[in-house]
């Protein structure tokens, strides 16, 4: 047993409820990074909702009018089947990207300007843009060239806020903003505890909240 789960133990058998924790070891959920197009939002621990609870989120866009952006962490329960009959697609994850619009696709990538219409979120970071251009380039790409020269995500909906309800849910300590985390962790797939790795990325009392566990009862 690590120090850190040690010490999750004695924290639970000492005040029963996480939540308080939290305000009796002054933890609270906040950092002093700022948030902007391009950053990561990491859930609160305790936020008690079916498409947020420990999720990190890519905020492709942030304005005073809206906000946009896609849940990395949560994922379906099958692969990418639509474009079955493309090779290099038939081992892609697709993820659900937020509540809004499920029955649209929408795609991250690495390819920038190679990829007509597409969005820059930041640098070495891209939304949408021609998406048969997208598969004429999979198509051509070897498979083993797949995740190292390019790198796509695909996402079926996606998050959005209205003007001010992302900053009130910031105020409300709902979620901390990131700008630290790299653009590989960002596009990949294989992070089976995104949420956890990305708070921890964060050091000081926010590696200790990453250990947490999702029921009081289970440490």
């Not at 499920?102 to 795609?107: N, R």
């Not at 992302?166 to 985390?181: F, G, R, T, Y």
């Not at 921890?200 to 009862?217: M, R, T």
């Amino acid at each position: 047993m690590t120090k850190l789960e040690i010490q999750n133990k004695v924290l639970v058998c000492l005040y029963g409820r996480r939540e308080i924790i939290m305000k009796k070891l002054n933890l609270p959920f906040i950092n002093n990074q700022i948030l902007r197009t391009g950053s990561l939002l990491i859930s609160d621990p305790f936020l008690d909702d079916p498409y947020f609870k420990r999720s990190v989120v890519l905020i492709c866009e942030h304005s005073q009018e809206s906000s946009f952006g896609f849940v990395l962490n949560n994922y379906t329960e099958h692969k990418y089947f639509p474009f079955s009959e493309i090779e290099p697609l038939q081992e892609m994850q697709l993820a659900i990207g937020g509540p809004v619009d499920h029955d649209k696709l929408f795609y991250i990538h690495n390819l920038g300007s190679k990829i007509p219409g597409a969005q820059k979120i930041k640098n070495g970071l891209y939304f949408g843009g021609d998406f048969d251009v997208l598969i004429e380039l999979l198509k051509n790409e070897p498979i083993e060239n797949i995740d190292t020269n390019i790198s796509v995500r695909f996402f079926c909906g996606y998050s959005g806020w209205d003007e001010k309800q992302l900053d009130e849910e910031m105020q409300e300590h709902s979620w901390i903003a990131v700008n630290n985390i790299p653009n590989e962790i960002i596009l990949s797939t294989n992070e089976n505890q995104l949420w956890k790795k990305c708070l921890a990325l964060q050091g000081d009392k926010f590696e200790l909240i990453s250990n947490f566990p999702l029921n009081p009862l289970d440490n």
